[in-house]
């Protein structure tokens, strides 16, 4: 900061406070806060079932807050604010909300009837109205940023599953996300296709997207992450540097957990 005046601080992009998650009587998350600034890359590590697909669903308003409040890029999820009363967003809202927001399941989820190409282009074209040519121009380059000029063509079947899931990010992209959320990416890949997709996350995170990414992947963790947040029971047990929470660890079930990952 060269300024000597008081700026606010930007807008974080997301904001989230003492958010919770009921599904009937279990308590899945539990009073969450957690705040990303533009630009930060995210990881969140903890065991199976500790909330984290959960909380990731719930910053893409796929699913219903039970208490607190998250926003993203500056908008409250779920929600919108009127002379200082909320009220809940209509599902055209919510749609429009939801576009700030890229989404990578652990399964990539392509149209198996589309090639990779239209795969890209579905979402411009069909949900925000991009025309066709413009469109198709936009996935071809962003099939050639995740390494994939060479397979517009193919169909999901022909790919390998780190090429699905490579189509998988570039289709994301394709929406101009402000906001990027990555489920455990590659979990379901062959081990020799772990390294294709990470890279593509590592260029984007080097190109200076915000992302969210629930990963078992250490390596990745350590290296490109601004922040590891790890996660038991529906809480943020510990946050820090990677190099702090991997090297020393303060509380046991991070230590815990750690010691059977690392
Ligand atoms: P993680 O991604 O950390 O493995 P999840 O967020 O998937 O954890 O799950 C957290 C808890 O929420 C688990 O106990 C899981 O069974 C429960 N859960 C997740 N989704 C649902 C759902 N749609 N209905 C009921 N329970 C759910
Ligand atoms: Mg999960």
Redesign the pocket.
């Known amino acids: 900061m060269t300024s000597t005046t008081a700026s606010p601080a930007p807008t974080p992009m997301v904001e989230a406070i003492n958010v919770r998650k009921l ?2 009587d ?1 308590e ?1 998350l539990k009073s969450v806060n957690l705040t990303v600034r533009a630009g930060e890359v995210v990881s969140f590590l ?10 990731l669903r719930c910053i893409n308003h796929l699913e219903r807050i039970d208490g607190g409040e998250i926003s993203v890029n500056g908008h409250l999820v779920g929600y919108r604010r009127h002379h200082g009363k909320k009220y809940e967003l209509k599902p055209k809202e919510v749609a429009a909300a939801r576009r700030d927001v890229g989404m990578v399941f652990q399964r990539f989820n392509l149209f198996p009837h589309l090639t990779a190409l239209q795969n890209v282009m579905e979402a411009p074209v069909f949900v925000k109205g991009v025309p066709k040519a413009q469109a198709q121009s936009r996935a071809r380059e962003l099939l050639d940023r995740v390494g994939l000029a060479d397979k517009p063509a193919a169909y999901p079947a022909q790919l390998s599953g780190g090429q699905q899931q490579r189509v998988a990010i570039a289709r994301a992209l394709a929406m101009e996300p402000a906001l990027m959320l990555f489920d455990e990416p590659t979990s379901a890949l062959d081990p020799e296709l772990v390294g294709e997709v990470l890279d593509v996350m590592k260029s984007l995170a080097a190109d200076g997207m915000t992302m969210i990414v ?1 990963t078992h992947e250490i390596g990745f963790a350590r290296e490109v992450c601004d922040r590891v947040v790890f ?1 038991d029971g529906g809480v943020i047990v510990e946050e820090g540097k990677p190099h702090d929470i991997f090297s020393n660890p303060q509380h046991a079930r991070t230590k815990s957990f750690l010691s059977k990952v690392l």
Do not use: A, H, L, Y
Request: glycine share 24%; hydrophobic share 30%.
């Open positions: 599904f009937g279990n899945v903890g065991p199976s079932g500790s909330g984290k697909s959960t909380f629930v996660m």
